[in-house]
């Protein structure tokens, strides 16, 4: 079935890493993204990585994917308080041209 | 246009009548979907179109809702004797090809729908 599931929240000292996880069941996903909604904002797509790699960095966010568990993760380094906001996993499905998401983690940030 | 455009960005509707949520698709851009978002939760996928084609409707509610895209451009998602329980943020989005091949898909701000 269709399911993404990830942590309700997470709270984290401004300077320190944010690691937020994600859990998928289709092991035919193809892409697996990470957006960020800010309070009343649009999805802001972050960053995405191929099935085929385990691993994307892009300045301080390092996604890893362990495509046996089906396990997908963020890393926000050196957290800022600009970083508080929900984040949302989400898998593209090989068999059809739709992305399904997790119900978000809400990152805040503490002084 | 420059990005996913939504319109109206908030509606307020009786319950019982019919609300048509309009979503303009960023130009050149030949899919698009729809996706509902309640608070607290994640958007959940309503329906796709390939150009004018809806390729996948296998998320809308119920027979109260309905879409259609007729020239492969902007597209509209009617909700027909609406309910309470379909208050949400009702978003659209649009990329320029299949996302299993990688294509980005870019969201609209939303249209905010309050049934009282």
């Known amino acids: 079935g269709e399911d993404v599931e990830q942590s309700l929240f997470l709270s984290v000292r401004e300077g320190d890493s944010s690691v937020i996880n994600c859990t998928y069941t289709d092991s035919s996903s193809t892409y697996l993204y990470w957006y960020k909604q800010e309070p009343g904002a649009g999805l802001q797509l972050l960053t995405y990585?191929?099935?085929?790699?385990d691993m994307k960095q892009d300045q301080r966010l390092t996604v890893l994917l362990n495509k046996k568990d089906k396990h997908l993760s963020l890393r926000i380094a050196d957290t800022q308080t600009g970083d508080s906001a929900i984040y949302f996993c989400a898998e593209a499905y090989s068999s059809a041209s739709k992305i399904i998401f997790g119900s978000g983690t809400r990152l805040s940030i503490r002084p | 246009g420059a990005g996913v455009s939504q319109s109206p960005r908030y509606k307020v509707t009786k319950r019982g009548q019919d609300v048509a949520l309009r979503c303009d698709p960023i130009?050149?851009?030949?899919?698009l979907y729809w996706y509902r978002q309640a608070l607290g939760q994640g958007p959940e996928f309503l329906t796709y179109?390939?150009?004018?084609?809806?390729?996948?409707k296998s998320g809308l509610p119920n027979d109260r809702f309905s879409a259609e895209r007729p020239e492969g451009s902007i597209s509209t998602l009617t909700i027909q004797r609406t309910e309470q329980r379909d208050s949400a943020m009702y978003r659209c989005a649009s990329s320029q090809g299949q996302v299993n091949s990688g294509n980005t898909i870019y969201f609209g701000e939303g249209s905010w729908l309050t049934v009282v």
């Open positions: 179109f390939n150009y004018e084609a809806q390729q996948d």
């Open positions: 990585i191929f099935s085929n790699m």
């Open positions: 130009s050149g851009h030949v899919s």
